[in-house]
Nanobody, 115 residues
Framework: QVQLVESGGGLVQPGGSLRLSCVASENIFNFNSMGWYRQAPGNQRELVASINVGGKITYSDSVKGRVIIYRDGTKKTVYLQMSSLSPEDTAVYYC?????????WGQGTQVTVSS
């Protein structure tokens, strides 16, 4: 069973930065893609950024230019570096891994942007 464990969330002031980490229980290159999604109260879960096995990266328009997704295969970890955060970025952030049309999810980490 694939396990994804997120960390790095917390409270940050507007304009601040955070780095989220997602550690997988197995080789991250076993997955077709990995990514970060977020869900704010009352909203649907939405893609923030993803990276596929070949290294192709996709960012949502709402975060483009403010976030960077990258990975470290030796640590089985995918990161989401976020900057210039605003209250609109407040949400639970979930790590996702996809393989053979199966989605795996982490438990989520809360990001709150507030002064």
């Amino acid at each position: 069973q694939v396990q994804l464990v997120e960390s790095g969330g917390g409270l940050v002031q507007p304009g601040g930065s955070l780095r989220l980490s997602c550690v997988a229980s197995e080789n991250i290159f076993n997955f077709n893609s990995m990514g970060w999604y977020r869900q704010a109260p009352g909203n649907q879960r939405e893609l923030v950024a993803s990276i596929n096995v070949g290294g192709k990266i996709t960012y949502s328009d709402s975060v483009k230019g403010r976030v960077i997704i990258y990975r470290d295969g030796t640590k089985k970890t995918v990161y989401l570096q976020m900057s210039s955060l605003s209250p609109e970025d407040t949400a639970v952030y979930y790590c996702n891994a996809q393989v053979l049309r199966v989605n795996y999810w982490g438990q989520g980490t809360q990001v709150t942007v507030s002064s």
